[in-house]
């Protein structure tokens, strides 16, 4: 310190004095601060010119200047809170000089985490992060429904268990979730197969909402949510987190735990996270939801060397769910849901219970994922993510015969994936990647479920290569990318007359993306993205021939499909989080040809009566839409927020909508600071919160068995206090304040219960140790 | 770098390995399946007459062959409904399972038309509720019409007027909706 001191005066008194007599000084240095890991501005980083009193502040999109050089050879160095301060050599030749620094910020002094790859993660392309508090959220909410929180998402429901997300009303196939690089299987078959997730070991949820991904491949078009890991925490200190939480609707408790440790001086670490939740039925506001209870149970583990630029790390997880579907969704024939639809209550309630019967959904999942990084250089980075999952699922209905104990689908889905990234900076201006994706996999139907399998037995080997080069100037980012996938599926199944069929397809596919990110005025940013994207068809749309549990329809699929293309365009424009007034609005084209769907296609005559027939189809279609954020801090204690996202989709053949798009959606809330301790940083907050939902006018009525419920408007409020630093927190919320009856749309089950789940007080307890 | 391609040799033959691997695909039995319904009547003569529903695909989209004799006028008829899944070998008796489970299922006898024939259930099951297999009919007059044959899977026995065959109140979920046309003469 003191000798930074000796040198400031020292320079003041003869270098600089020295130099400025010499010649006009009036040159300038210009450039951007940002993240080394994601290219987020480091607003407020500050950049000295060593040996001179010369130096700048970064703005809040990390911009500096720095005016009043003369010509030479300069040392800058920038620092930032969290980051090591970086050093950089300049020659001062022309009037204006550019220079950006990305130095490496760590992740302890921030609330949210970034721990990507350096640069080169498809900046352009629209995005969005949760928030520290949304993260503790998605710890006791799950991650669909805190997903849900950012505008364009949706949950898409089967019944109050099942789950998905969904983006800009694409789901399953079309959405991928990412852990660390290895693709989330075993969601994309259909409404009802929610991601098996646990995400308690992951510090970083974020959804790219904008064109086709090169970087995530077609099962990307419409989007991708990515989890990641903070890098591993190497101190001694052991840290710990416990969450616990109970509800007062569907009466049940969870717990959870989040342990790290490790050791400066092998540069290793570990982290553990546990948790256990077990909730009985739900309630709407007239009746019992009979049979909605679950249990789930996740752990998980990792391990890893972290050193500079080298890294490793080992992570094994495990998740085990028991989910209990609506009693009354059990129907065979179209005259039960016609009586269903006619009832103002469930078929079939039993009294509260804990209980967990058919029909139910039971599932395990496990993971092993390596992830490497080398630096073969300061700009040049080698990384690699290989995993290996297993996930069984079953779905067990009420059968005859003692066999509601046996499932009806018991399926084992074996994956295997390879990522191979190339990560490069030519210079401050040009950086890029090049990868390579493996993916093999394998789905074994248990043969001992006596019901012929909804999927076939398939194996799968789909390899894909892209690259993706960026371009960083001032105020502007332009980035494009290629990428071109293969797929060979060979499936096996027996047809209704016990024929063996062994159908292979091959798929070559390709994805386009180009995009652009500009700072149009010092406190705006403008982003456009547009892609193209071909996604093959799964094979639950090309082989399906049966009855679908908890649907009574009778689907076929058609083994002629093609891939479908998807042409996205988003644009984007939005100012920095941090301002008083935030905001960010986007608008988002996307253009479809050969969108899969299913069709209804006449009646099947079975020995329980009529059902449905739904055909998997291809159409063209037309999605328009914008999500909308606002949030405004009206006073130091007091911040409003505003959200709203609307979408119209049209099937080009029919002229009508298309099913399962999320409705209009407005929502605002209001925080308070009742109360707050400066000197001991607790503090006292509470909220309110209103959200509506329209009723979806746009649908075929031949898509449904029944129309689009009516709009509703959802209350709920928040009481939070935080402790010291935050490192207690204990909150009461209600959801539902007013036990509004209403019905979704984008449940699947809703025809069977004409009301969703009533109000629910949450109390939750958060503790923190070396947080 | 030498390890990096050690890791790449490792995953490239694990991933040939799951490739490569392939279990035995077998038929699945669908024992469950209901594809054959019959209901058997006789007089005090002992003289028989048949109502038969067959479904040669199950499950599936095949159009069922349906046969039933001509009823007699005013005659009182004892008899019972069986249902067989004879797409598994050997033949699997379902009716067997349904009486096994009768506090979970009843049947019911829905005539379309009227007046009509009338029948009543002539067994119970363990919590003194009908279930529906065996049945008592009393044809009446001349008929011509159609009989709904209904098998419900945890219906509410208790609901009102289930007892009596009136499946209004009854919920649960269908095994069994057939319509066999009825004459009576």
């Known amino acids: 310190m003191k000798l930074h001191r000796y040198i400031i005066l020292w320079s003041l008194l003869f270098g600089y004095g020295i130099i400025a007599s010499a010649q006009p000084c009036n040159n300038i240095i210009k450039g951007y601060i940002l993240d080394q890991h994601d290219l987020s501005a480091l607003s407020y980083a500050s950049v000295v010119v060593s040996g001179t009193s010369l130096g700048a502040e970064a703005d809040s999109l990390g911009f500096f200047e720095i005016k009043g050089l003369c010509k030479g050879s300069y040392t800058l160095i920038c620092s930032h809170v969290g980051c090591e301060p970086v050093k950089r050599k300049v020659e001062v030749v022309e009037a204006v000089t550019n220079l950006n620094f990305y130095p490496e910020h760590h992740a302890h002094e921030l609330k949210q985490i970034f721990i990507r790859a350096r640069t080169n993660q498809e900046i352009t392309n629209v995005r969005n992060s949760l928030n520290a508090e949304q993260l503790r959220l998605m710890k006791s909410d799950g991650l669909t429904q805190t997903l849900a ?53 992951f510090d970083k949820v974020e959804v790219i909402k904008g064109a086709a991904s090169v970087r995530f491949g077609a099962k990307a078009m419409g989007g991708a949510i990515l989890l990641e890991q903070k890098p591993v925490y190497t101190g001694r200190q052991l840290k710990q987190e416990v969450l616990l939480s109970a509800e007062s609707n569907s009466p049940g408790i969870a717990v959870s735990s989040v342990i790290q440790r490790g050791d400066t001086a092998t540069h290793t670490g570990w982290k553990m996270a546990a948790g256990i939740k077990k909730y009985g039925d739900r309630s709407a506001p007239d009746f019992v939801l009979s049979n909605t209870g679950t249990t789930v149970a996740d752990l998980g583990f990792s391990f890893g060397y972290h050193k500079g630029e080298k890294r490793h790390r080992i992570t094994l997880s495990g998740y085990y769910n028991n989910a209990g579907l609506l009693a009354a969704s059990q129907v065979n024939s179209q005259d039960d849901i016609l009586r269903a639809l006619e009832a103002d209550k469930p078929l079939v309630i039993h009294p509260f219970s804990f209980g967990i019967e058919a029909p139910r959904q039971s599932a395990v999942h496990t993971n092993l994922l390596y992830n490497g990084q080398i630096s073969l250089s300061k700009d040049h980075k080698l990384k690699l993510n290989v995993s290996y999952q297993y996930d069984n699922r079953r779905e067990y209905d009420v059968r005859r015969g003692g066999r509601s104990n046996i499932p009806a689908v018991n399926m084992n889905l074996h994956t295997a994936q390879l990522e191979l990234l190339e990560d490069h900076r030519w210079n401050d201006i040009f950086s890029g990647m090049v990868g390579l994706n493996i993916l093999g996999q394998i789905n074994v139907n248990n043969p001992n479920t006596q019901r012929r399998p909804i999927i076939p037995y398939y194996n799968l080997f789909n390899p894909g290569i892209f690259a993706y080069q960026q371009a960083n100037l001032n105020h502007l980012t332009i980035e494009a990318g290629i990428r071109v996938d293969y797929q060979h599926l060979n499936a096996l199944y027996y047809d209704l007359n016990q024929k063996l069929h062994e159908p292979r397809r091959n798929f070559g596919n390709v994805v386009f993306n180009i995009g652009i990110s500009a700072d149009i005025l010092p406190e705006m940013r403008f982003k456009a993205n547009t892609g193209l994207a071909y996604r093959a068809p799964d094979v639950n749309e090309l082989y399906s021939n049966g009855v679908h549990l908890s649907s009574v329809a009778y689907e076929v699929g058609d083994p002629d499909l093609r891939s479908e293309r998807l042409w996205k365009t988003i644009v984007e424009l939005s100012n920095s989080k941090d301002s008083r007034l935030h905001y960010s609005i986007d608008m988002y084209f996307q253009l479809f040809r050969n969108y899969i769907y299913q069709r209804p296609n006449g009646f099947v005559s079975t020995i329980a009566g009529i059902k449905l027939r739904y055909d ?15 949030k405004y801090r009206i006073l130091p204690w007091w911040q409003i927020e505003g959200k709203a996202s609307g979408l119209r989709a049209t099937n080009r053949a029919t002229g009508l909508g298309i099913p399962l798009i999320p409705p209009l959606h407005i929502s605002g809330e209001s925080m308070f600071t009742l109360w707050k301790n400066k000197k001991n940083q607790t503090s006292l907050r509470a909220g309110i919160n209103v959200s509506h939902f329209s009723e979806q006018k746009r649908y075929n009525p031949a898509d449904l068995f029944a129309g689009p419920p009516p709009g509703y408007t959802l209350a709920g409020a928040l009481i939070r206090y935080s402790g010291k630093k935050e490192r207690n927190t204990l909150e009461l919320k209600v959801t539902n304040l007013f036990n509004t009856r209403y019905s979704s749309y984008l449940n699947n089950l809703r025809y069977f219960a004409p009301q969703e789940v009533g109000r629910n007080w949450i109390l939750q307890y958060r503790f923190g140790i070396n947080q | ?46 003289r028989e007459y048949n109502l038969e529903y067959r479904d040669a695909d199950g499950s599936g989209p095949g159009v069922p062959v349906i046969k039933s004799d001509t009823l007699p006028t005013n005659t009182n008829l004892q008899g019972n409904i069986s249902l067989l899944n004879t797409l598994v070998s050997p033949t699997e008796d379902i009716t067997a399972e349904v009486s096994e489970e009768g506090t979970a299922h009843q049947f019911f006898y829905v005539f379309t038309d009227s007046p009509a024939p009338v029948i009543q259930y002539a067994d119970m099951d363990a919590d003194g509720y009908p279930i529906g297999i065996e049945i008592q009919c009393n044809t009446g007059d001349a008929y011509d019409g159609s009989l709904r044959v209904v098998l419900r899977h945890q219906p509410n026995k208790k609901g009102t007027g289930v007892a009596t065959g009136d499946m209004t109140q009854a919920g649960g979920s269908t095994d069994v909706d057939i319509l066999l046309p009825i004459v009576v003469r």
């Open chain 1, 149 to 201: 929180t950012i505008p364009g998402l949706s949950v898409l429901s089967t019944g109050s268990n099942i789950e998905k997300p969904t983006i800009h009303g694409l789901y399953g196939s079309r959405i991928a979730i990412i852990q660390q690089g290895s693709r989330l299987e075993d969601q994309q078959w259909g409404s009802d197969h929610a991601p098996n997730i646990d995400v308690r070991l």
């Open chain 1, 616 to 630: 998997y189809v291809q159409t063209d279609a037309v999605f328009g839409g914008f999500d909308a954020l606002m």
């Open chain 2, 1 to 46: 770098m030498n390890k990096l391609n050690g890791y790449i040799l490792l995953l490239g033959a694990g991933l040939m390995l799951l490739v490569s691997c392939k279990d035995d695909v077998k038929p699945v039995n669908e024992e469950e399946v209901i594809n054959e319904v019959t209901i058997r009547l006789k007089d005090d003569h002992n």
